[in-house]
């Protein structure tokens, strides 16, 4: 008669969570933690392959393990502490909208690994891509924030947004239904901007809106009159659904981030860099929401 080893896991105590991570895999185990353990208590950790639960879920947790049969690993007492803030690289498939949450706050979401395990404030994915246009009252967008430059841009670096934005926008692969009218603003910036005289005229244009608009807020704070006047031909105003969040303007890419974990999702609180996702081959990574099958449709450019 031949004794059944007791199968084991490993068990560890981050930023105030347990970390659950199994040695062989086993779809039953968590399948059943999924059954018994919901969705607020637990989270997917692809960058350790392990599964995230809150203290309060412990007593399902080790209902799982002993009905499971493995072996009950030893589980820290957890105290409350700051959360650790981590760097990390993603590779994520798609950024979703921008929309308000339960707990209020306004996150786009990441996809990675098919989790929806990365969570991007709308205020992170602004200062990152809004490189263009400081200064400026209005929330309306300049030619270099459509294509998230810097207005000290080189003719390169014009040359690589465009490329960049163009592959993930353009109608024949993305499938996004506000593709072709962002595809055409895309393609309006980097026409002027890569024009050396069309963008002269417009960076003096743009001084000038700027200059209008901060005397304009002078005479209505001492007023108190009339609404603040709005600039006219230097920005542009990006909307095409009526999501009124922000939309980040890449979809995917390989993205390096700071932030930290909370029990479901890795939490940014910084953008560092977003590069392309390139295969062997030299392809380029577009990715696009399709609405027909609800799923994310990942093409190779």
């Not at 980097?190 to 417009?202: A, D, S, T």
């Amino acid at each position: 008669m031949t004794t059944q080893k007791p199968r084991w896991l490993n068990v560890k105590v981050v930023n105030g969570t347990y970390r659950v991570k199994l040695v062989i895999k086993d779809q039953t185990f968590v399948d059943e933690l999924k059954r018994q353990i919901g969705a607020n208590n637990r989270g997917w950790d692809p960058d350790t392959r392990s599964w995230v639960i809150s203290p309060w879920a412990l007593p399902e947790l080790q209902s799982v393990i002993r009905r499971m049969g493995y072996q009950m690993p030893n589980f820290p007492p957890i105290r409350p502490s700051a959360p650790e803030i981590e760097e990390k690289i993603y590779r994520i498939d798609y950024v979703g909208q921008c929309k308000e949450r339960e707990d209020k706050t306004i996150t786009a979401l990441g996809l990675v690994y098919g989790f929806w395990s990365v969570e991007i404030p709308e205020d992170v994915l602004k200062k990152f891509f809004d490189k263009g246009g400081k200064g400026l009252i209005t929330d309306t967008e300049t030619h270099y924030q459509i294509l998230g430059l810097e207005e000290t841009a080189t003719p390169a670096e014009i040359k690589s947004a465009y490329r960049k934005y163009a592959r993930q926008w353009h109608p024949d692969t993305c499938s996004e239904p506000e593709a072709p009218a962002m595809f055409r603003q895309i393609n309006e910036s980097y026409e002027l901007l890569f024009n050396p005289v069309m963008r002269k005229r417009y960076d003096f244009g743009l001084h000038f809106e700027r200059e209008a608009a901060k005397r304009q807020a002078k005479i209505d704070a001492a007023q108190t009159a009339a609404p603040r006047r709005k600039g006219r031909g230097g920005r542009r105003r990006r909307q095409f659904n009526e999501n009124p969040y922000y939309r980040c303007p890449l979809r995917c890419g390989l993205v390096k981030v700071k932030g930290f974990q909370t029990v479901s999702k890795f939490k940014v609180t910084e953008i560092i860099s977003w590069d392309d996702v390139t295969d062997q081959s030299g392809h380029v990574m577009s990715s696009s929401w399709e609405i027909v099958t609800k799923s994310v449709k990942i093409r190779w450019i």
